[in-house]
């Protein structure tokens, strides 16, 4: 695994649990159904635009928030990073799959995370994001329970626009 995946992993966990931490966390602005944030520590920037699901299936299936993000690193040169967590752990050597109309994208996954495979992909993949009014994401636990959380793409412009403006 790539060492900016398990970084990117690490981050996430510490944004989870903040209030332990000496990082700072600051939202940049609620549109619609996203949310874009600055995570500041040691002088180091993350932002990033972050949704959850309007709809979660199936439904008697219990697991932890899931959530989409858009990510941007400026010390590690990282931009547009396309990364999702399901609230389980992803099945190993399964697909995980990003849906938008006819359009589908290929995930990886680690963990309890999942990330584009292509990088020429997420460029793609948000310009579809842009104009779509959902995105599926189609994932596996490691039991083999099939999950589809459907993401509002409602707001996902400005979420995004907000979080790259603050981090390049």
């Given at each position: ?54 709809v ?9 928030p899931?959530r989409?993000?858009?990510?941007f ?15 389980y ?64 793409m409602?707001?996902f ?8 403006k603050n981090?390049?």
């Amino acid at each position: 695994m790539p060492i900016k995946k398990i970084i990117l992993t690490i981050i996430f966990s510490f944004i989870f649990n903040i209030a332990n931490s000496t990082e700072e966390l600051k939202s940049l602005g609620k549109f619609k159904d996203w949310e874009s944030f600055v995570l500041s520590k040691e002088g180091n920037k993350t932002c990033f635009a972050q949704s959850i699901p309007v709809v979660k299936a199936p439904k008697k299936f219990k697991r932890d928030p899931s959530r989409l993000f858009i990510s941007f690193r400026p010390a590690e040169n990282i931009k547009n990073e396309f990364s999702v967590t399901n609230g389980y752990e992803f099945k190993l050597k399964t697909p995980v799959a990003a849906k938008s109309g006819k359009k589908s994208y290929d995930l990886f996954s680690k963990g309890r995370f999942a990330w584009i495979v292509d990088g020429e992909d997420e460029i793609k993949l948000i310009a579809t994001m842009k104009k779509a009014s959902r995105l599926m994401i189609i994932g596996n636990s490691e039991k083999g329970i099939q999950t589809t959380d459907h993401y509002s793409m409602m707001g996902f412009t400005k979420a995004y626009s907000s979080a790259k403006k603050n981090c390049t």
